[in-house]
């Protein structure tokens, strides 16, 4: 890796698994420091086991622990420099007509509020940098922002509130006269553990890979490592310009239609 990250202190939400997890090594790999959040206390070890990064139990949705985490992290490293918005929950979610109240706000408070706590403490944070307000903040999203899912309402509607969530966050930013980005980015489908289990435990498991596979016009699923390049490019100095952005990821999938 480039050490394009030395220096820098990094906080990854959702970190134990899946993208989180994948962030966390590739954040580590290019010199960052990395605290990351989680609360899969199994999966947090084998992550911090195999890398230089700190685990700390936390579930993003409380919000009066929030400040606890954040001075934890200034105390031990004195600043931060890049916060991941990962953390997401798909659980008790359904269609508009069958979707449960409490399905519904497992999601929302997972997925949106979670995000939004996560921005507002790394902001209040990276103000507090030696240099002054400067940082990267980046909220995990999904290309269903903008291709909504039938079958799975709450987790549409949170994954397009966030994309609304990092532009707000990034004018407010800016207009503060702080240094500090942010951006939203918009993985397809990643195969992920969880989308190997799926396809593996199915009825069909060609027919089920070729499926998701079939959805992008590069006939593949994304892989964990390119998104985790992503965020590490995005929390870099090299991204310095670059903020209220929505990055897709997601091999063209919904660029357009497929065609004939």
Known sequence: M???????????????????????????????QVVFTGRNIGAAREVAGSTSATFVP??????????????????????LDIAFANAGSEQGDGSVEDIAIDGWNTVI?????????????????MKANP????????????MNAHRAMGNFVAYSVSKAAVVALAKSAALHCGNQGYRIRVNAILPGVVETAMIKNLID?????????????????????GNVEEIAA?????????????SGSEIVI?????AGMMGL
């Open 58 to 79: 936390h579930d993003v949705t409380d919000a009066a622990a929030w400040p606890a985490l954040m001075a934890q992290i200034g105390h031990d490293f004195g600043r």
């Open 201 to 221: 435990s199915s009825a069909d498991p060609a027919a089920m890979r070729a499926g998701y596979e079939g959805m992008s016009p590069l006939k593949r699923m």
């Open 109 to 125: 408070s997972v997925n949106q509020t979670g995000a939004m706590l996560t921005v507002q403490h790394a902001i209040r944070s």
């Open 2 to 32: 480039s050490g394009r990250l030395d220096g820098k202190v990094a906080l990854v939400t959702g970190g134990t698994s899946g993208i989180g997890a994948g962030t966390v090594r590739r954040l580590a790999a290019e010199g960052a």
């Open 230 to 242: 992503l965020v590490a490019y995005l929390g870099s100095d090299e991204a310095s310009f670059i």
């Open 250 to 254: 997601d091999g063209a999938t919904t």
């Open 131 to 142: 240099e002054g307000a400067i940082g990267s903040i980046i909220v995990n999203s999904s």
